[in-house]
């Protein structure tokens, strides 16, 4: 029975349906609980209560309920919209989201397909939802989203260079790309990489919060300044899409940072031969610990101003990057 | 500043002094009611007047300007109790920011086409003031930087805080509020609005 | 089919199904949702009033320079990426030749610096 | 040598700072806009991020008090100008009343005068915290809002134990307070006194009060994020601040040394000891940390006017039944929250006035902005906005 099992996933297109299925499940699914997570603990930050009756107890059907008042929203599109490029843009950010799944690795030999050049393959496929963002802005016709649209644009010239700079402190110890390797090599020399790699740790938790376009990084969006910037003339399930990604896009970068610095699905006095079935909770649990870390950010910090971003971004974060790829790499090959 | 309206003896005094040596630097006549100090000056000395009272007086602080509509006439409110001279009353007052002493200057416009010397180039946050007064009185206010209204709407017709307006609500219902009670809808209306 | 291909053939798939997901979503709402636009629904939002001007206005992308140190650092990235990878073998050669590289482009960003080109103007 | 030297500088610098050539873009922020306060537009012209110039445009709320105030009586007009800054709807009968009762030469009782100014500075404070709740939401901060709001509702619900009222409580009589419900033709008036415990519950709520105070400050002044969004943007010269008649907690952030609560005497508050709070440049920062500290202003003046109250005696000063003030004209000017709230008030002896003037602060206060905004970025318009803390009301009237 067991042997049958493995034989049908041992091929290949059975084992790609298998893959989208789950993705498109856990696609939603991750959305629903951290945007659950995100209104309970505001809630517990700010003294309220936070959603309360939907489903009974602790409102944890809020988010359905939300989620199926989407459906019922009408789609509208502004009369003087460039509708395809409008219409298109969701499109591009839900791909953004969902292809970084495909190299996260959930435990020894759980990964939907390990790249060789995984973490490359992880920051470019990163930066697409930009392109989708600055598409929306753009195809509005609105003024609000074009600056907004504009802004993530600038974002992105911001943090991309600390985001990947941060990541080659990493793949210089690791000495591979390759997702799984990264976390191989951490199990091989017994401590996570953020003990040393403390400094790319927090450049790329920086610029990370940077890419999601979180507080104190929320420009594009900036409710007080442009209304809701790009997102302004979006309605309907189209705007939903938005969020999906946005925190879909929390757990993945969260769960690149775990792979790159905190050991991944690997824990320290954990037994090896138990982390396939471990190993994806372990993750789970360090993602969750950086998500709430984002989560408290947002709760707690005013928004920078774009100009502020770029000035720290090229003045701190790439030179301080740029500093410690030159100490990892002489540690390296000096010890 | 003054102590309790109940010994005005005591209250008057220094304002008094203030006052003379005000009507004095400035020139006008100053006149003391409830407290408050009335500067009055002709309307060609207005810029003038004020001009010295903020380099003289040190009256730095421009605190508001506007205008009241002497009028016999009166279209909502009440009358006058006695005949007044028909005209438009532009008032502005300023203080000092050391010890709160303060001047409301005081000129009389004709009742028609009032018109006046802007003192924007005097005080810079008379411009929306005199822009209110402008549109709510119709005086015209002749160098002003930036005219037009800017409560109203341009095709807005009319000064409102003139003595002349009607208050148009009270044109369809009468004060003090007579309260309409409409009929209760089980009750047949006593007469047919096809009628 | 060689493991390169298939692998490239998942993130293929993986792609598409960010797309069957938002049009397969919209189609399931579009049974749900009215449908029923019009004209003061589609107007473009300017807080409430006629939007000046049109919507499709130009505007000064004021971090242009920004944008063209950026591609310079992105095409560094590239060369870093491989270096690290192999730094191990290339020894203490690769290592002095890396640090060369970064320190030209460290001086590129400090002459950038004092220019002031990285200010947002 | 020179000379070649400064060619190739000047040549070099030439490149780097090339302007590209754009349309303005005129944007309307407002009058629906999530950080207006209200109903506030400006028409900005904006280049990129820069606004190089701004005009606003008011009167989307005007509602002519002072015409209305011409067919009111005196009664009916303090319910009108409740409605004026409705942040601070109680402290904006005070300067009305009292010049009332000035024209009328009506001497107020001593416990009523206290009740006023203790409820005047309870206004002062809901309103500053209110303040404290917005301003850092504007800069993108969510949670001192709700820290703020929740010890505002404790002020809040003081004032509507004594008032019956939360925003509008239309509580001030000439000669006194607001008589008891249920008196009539055939019934005495009675004034309405302090609930029991009312003092009592007042000095707690001041000290949670100062107790938020220290949390916002640790929340808010510590963050770095804001500090740089504050820290010199927005600086308001003495000079300019006024010649514009911008007054009140603006004023005072630009240094200068005003307030007059110290120079007037419509409220006794010569009897107390409090700080004017002076700021030092004039900039976003200052105006925040002033009203910061006029709240813990605000609870010492309480504290002492709860242990200064005289316990018991008249609220109400004998008046007439039907009031009808005295031909005269009178200028009284209170330290609103805001600012400078005033009223010209004429008289010609009928039953309501001849005419009203209302001076009020947040019209003056941003008739600064087309001065303080020209050639920010967007996001500091919003931060400089915010910053002098407006209500649409106090500026259209």
């Excluded at chain 1, 191989?184 to 450049?203: K, M, N, R, T, Y």
């Excluded at chain 4, 000035?102 to 404070?125: C, G, H, S």
């Excluded at chain 4, 800069?139 to 404790?154: K, S, W, Y």
């Excluded at chain 4, 003030?325 to 009284?332: A, F």
Aim: charged share 20%; hydrophobic share 45%; net charge negative.
């Amino acid at each position: 029975m067991i042997e049958t099992i493995t034989d049908v996933f041992s091929n290949f297109w059975v084992s790609l349906a298998g893959k989208l299925l789950l993705v498109a499940t856990m696609v939603p699914l991750i959305g629903m609980l951290l945007g659950f997570a995100e209104m309970k603990l505001s809630a517990k930050m700010q003294s309220r209560v936070g959603p309360y009756f939907a489903g009974g107890r602790w409102g944890w059907a809020q988010l359905i309920a939300d989620g199926v008042k989407f459906f019922q929203k009408e789609d509208l599109v502004p009369e003087d919209a460039d509708s395809p490029v409008f219409k298109a843009a969701p499109i591009l950010v839900l791909v953004g989201t969902v292809s970084l799944f495909l190299v996260i690795p959930f435990g020894p030999g759980l990964i939907f397909q390990d790249l060789s050049v995984g973490i490359f393959y992880a920051l470019a496929i990163s930066s697409v939802g930009t392109i989708g963002v600055l598409m929306a802005g753009w195809s509005s016709a609105n003024k609000y989203s074009l600056m907004g649209g504009l802004r993530a644009a600038g974002q992105l010239i911001a943090y991309e260079r600390p985001l990947v700079l941060a990541v080659v402190g990493s793949v210089i110890m690791a000495g591979t790309m390759s997702m799984s390797g990264i976390v191989e090599a951490q199990i091989s020399v017994g401590f996570p990489f953020v003990v040393v790699q403390f400094v790319g740790f927090g450049i790329f938790m920086t610029a990370a919060l940077a890419e999601l376009a979180r507080i104190p990084f929320d420009m594009p969006i900036a409710e007080s300044e442009l209304v809701m910037g790009y997102l302004t003339e979006y309605s309907g399930f189209r705007f939903l899409f938005f969020f999906l990604a946005e925190f879909a896009n929390m757990f993945t970068l969260s769960a690149i940072a775990a792979t790159l610095f905190l050991g991944g699905y690997w824990l320290p006095f954990v037994p090896e031969s138990s982390l396939e079935f471990t190993g994806p909770l372990i993750l789970v649990g360090k993602v969750f610990l950086l998500t709430f870390t984002m989560i408290w950010f947002r709760w707690t910090f005013p928004r920078f101003r774009e100009d502020q971003l770029q000035t720290l971004a090229w003045k701190v974060l790439i030179p301080l990057a740029l500093m410690n790829i030159a100490i990892t790499a002489t540690l390296k090959v000096v010890l | 500043m003054t102590s309790s309206p109940s010994d005005p003896e005591l209250a008057v005094h220094p304002l008094q002094e203030f006052a003379d040596a005000a009507a004095e630097a400035v020139g006008g006549e100053a006149e003391i009611q409830f407290d408050t100090i009335k500067l009055r000056v002709p309307a060609d000395q207005w810029v003038n007047a004020l001009t010295k009272a903020r380099d003289n007086l040190d009256l730095v602080f421009f605190s508001w300007l506007s205008a009241i509509d002497w009028a016999n006439d009166v279209e909502v409110g009440d009358t006058l109790n006695e005949e007044t001279e028909e005209r438009i009353e532009l008032l502005c007052t300023v203080c000092d920011l050391t010890e709160g002493r303060r001047i409301t200057f005081s000129t009389d416009l004709p009742n028609v086409k009032p018109s006046v010397a802007s003192i924007v180039e005097v005080y810079v946050g008379a411009n929306w003031h005199e822009r209110e007064a402008a549109e709510m009185f119709g005086i015209e206010f002749e160098g002003h930087p930036d005219p037009g209204p800017l409560y109203l709407p341009e095709s807005f017709l009319g000064n409102p805080l003139k003595k002349s307006y009607p208050l148009l609500s009270r044109e369809v219902k009468p004060w003090p509020g007579t309260v309409d009670v409409e009929d209760m809808p089980e009750k047949p209306s006593t007469e047919n609005p096809e009628a | 089919m060689s493991a390169y291909f298939e692998s490239y053939l998942t993130v293929g798939a993986f792609a598409a199904l960010g797309a069957v997901l938002v049009l397969g979503m919209l189609g399931v709402a579009s049974i749900l949702r009215p449908n029923n636009p019009t004209k003061a629904k589609r107007l473009t939002y300017e807080c409430g009033v006629d939007a000046v001007g049109s919507g499709w206005s130009q505007t000064y992308v004021r971090y242009y320079v920004f944008g063209l140190l950026f591609v310079i650092f992105d095409v560094e990235a590239v060369f870093i990426f491989p270096w690290a990878i192999i730094l191990e073998d290339l020894g203490v050669f690769g290592l002095v030749e890396m640090l060369v590289f970064i320190g030209i482009l460290v001086l590129g960003l400090v002459y950038a610096i004092r220019k002031g080109v990285l200010q947002w103007e | 040598m020179v000379t070649d030297n400064d060619l190739t500088k000047h040549l070099s610098e030439a490149q780097v700072s090339v302007e590209i050539q754009t349309e303005d873009m005129t944007l309307n922020i407002g009058p629906q806009h999530p950080s207006t306060h209200g109903v506030l537009r400006l028409v900005a012209r904006v280049n990129g991020e820069r606004c190089f110039d701004v005009r606003p445009v008011i009167g989307y709320m005007h509602r002519g008090y002072e015409k209305l105030s011409e067919v009111r009586t005196y009664l009916q007009i303090t319910a009108l100008i409740n409605r004026i800054d409705w942040v601070s709807g109680y402290a904006n009968e005070i300067p009305f009343i009292v010049a009332a009762e000035k024209l009328m030469d009506v001497e107020v009782p001593e416990r009523a005068q206290y009740i006023r100014l203790i409820l005047t500075e309870m206004a002062r404070i809901s309103s500053h915290l209110i303040f404290m709740a917005s301003y850092p939401l504007e800069l993108g901060a969510a949670t001192p809002l709700f820290f703020a709001l929740r010890d505002r509702e404790r002020v809040l619900d003081l004032l509507e134990g004594v008032t019956g009222g939360r925003f509008h409580p239309n509580f001030n009589r000439i000669g006194g307070v607001k008589p008891n419900a249920g008196a009539g033709p055939t019934t005495k008036k009675t004034p309405q006194d302090l609930p029991a415990g009312f003092l009592a519950d007042t000095r707690d709520a001041m000290s949670v009060v100062l107790d938020t105070c220290e949390e916002i400050e640790d929340l808010v002044a510590g963050n770095e994020i804001f500090r740089a969004r504050t820290k010199g943007l927005g600086v308001l010269p003495p000079e300019v601040a006024a010649a514009f008649g911008v007054s009140g907690p603006n004023l005072r952030a630009s240094g200068v040394n005003f307030d007059l609560r110290k120079v007037e005497d419509y409220l006794p508050y010569d009897k107390f000891d409090f700080d004017v709070v002076v700021g030092e440049n004039g900039d976003c920062w200052d105006r925040w940390w002033v009203r910061l500290q006029e709240i813990r202003e605000s609870t010492k003046i309480i504290q002492q006017a709860i242990d200064g109250i005289p316990p018991s005696g008249p609220l109400q000063a004998k008046v007439p039944k039907l009031i009808k003030v005295p031909q005269g004209e009178t200028y009284v000017r209170a330290e609103n929250p805001k600012g400078e709230m005033g009223y010209y008030l004429v008289s010609d002896g009928g039953t309501g006035p001849y005419r009203l003037k209302i001076r009020s602060a947040s019209f003056s206060n941003i008739s600064i902005l087309s001065w303080i905004l020209e050639g920010v970025l967007v996001p500091d318009i919003i931060a400089i906005m915010g910053s002098l803390d407006f209500v649409l009301g106090d500026v259209d009237r």
